[in-house]
């Protein structure tokens, strides 16, 4: 059965909310916030287990995954200019790909809003706002914002290819080094320091929005973001979803 617009957010929150927490959690946490909704948990149990079968890039981009939807539609070929290669992830409301821009022949992550959210004016703001916000700080430890535009119908955000992992898919392996700590740390808050001088509060801001690359931090997804951008960006346009679950 396919999933509402409200569904599908709520779907991206229970994911990320899920997947921070230790697998042994994982369920019990899921039966409990999908209590009146037994399908959704279903799709987040298998948008989980595809992830665990491949690669990830943060979407994030987020981190970004491969899940359910992934058989519900071929990746395309092209999208825009863009030469499409193959499909990194797939979250909430954004599929991304890996793509090449033969313009300016580079690989790029291209972000697509998905199917089911486009049709949804406050997914597609959202989505604009996400590619406004993060294109208005310029910083190292800030995913670089290439271009937005729209193709068929879909908007989509063109941005850097990131190779690493998130800061999430390090601490599911164990506490991290002293020094990785701090260096990790540094970076994130020169990352905070640059947005917030800009007028800019993440309000996202978790392990799975925060990229490791061998350069260096990477901090993502700006999609629930408040700015100075403008006035959409003081509205709500965020679906209430389940409380997050307890860490320990």
């Known amino acids: 059965m396919p999933l509402s617009p409200d569904e599908w957010r709520r779907l991206e929150a229970l994911f990320d909310d899920a997947l921070a927490l230790p697998a042994s959690r994982r369920r019990e946490y899921l039966a409990a916030a999908c209590s009146d909704n037994p399908v959704l948990q279903q799709e987040v149990e298998r948008l989980i287990a595809c992830h665990k ?28 200019r863009y030469r499409i290669d193959g499909l990194l992830g797939e979250g909430g409301m ?25 049709a949804d004016p406050i997914a597609r703001e959202r989505f604009t706002r996400e ?36 800061l999430a898919d390090l601490l599911a392996r164990g506490a991290a080094p002293v020094a990785t700590t701090v260096k990790v740390g540094l970076e994130l ?29 990477k901090v993502l997804d700006f999609g629930v973001s408040l700015g100075q951008t403008g006035e959409a960006t003081q509205r709500k346009l965020t679906a209430p979803g389940p409380p997050a679950p307890e860490r320990t």
């Open 131 to 166: 590619a406004r916000l993060a294109a208005s700080v310029n910083h190292p430890n800030i995913c670089q914002l290439y271009e937005i535009g729209e193709a068929d119908g879909h908007p989509y955000i063109a941005m850097e290819r990131l190779e690493g992992e998130s």
């Open 94 to 118: 954004g599929v991304v790909y890996a793509a090449f821009d033969e313009q300016l022949l580079r690989p790029i992550a291209l972000k697509v809003i998905r199917h089911e959210a486009a």
């Open 189 to 217: 808050l020169a990352a905070l320091d640059a947005v917030h001088r800009r007028g800019v509060v993440h309000r996202d801001l978790k392990p799975s929005n925060i990229f490791l690359t061998p350069h260096g931090v």
């Open 53 to 80: 079968q491949s690669a990830t890039f943060l979407d994030s981009p987020a981190t970004w995954k491969e899940h359910v939807t992934r058989a519900r539609a071929p990746t395309p070929a092209r999208i825009g």
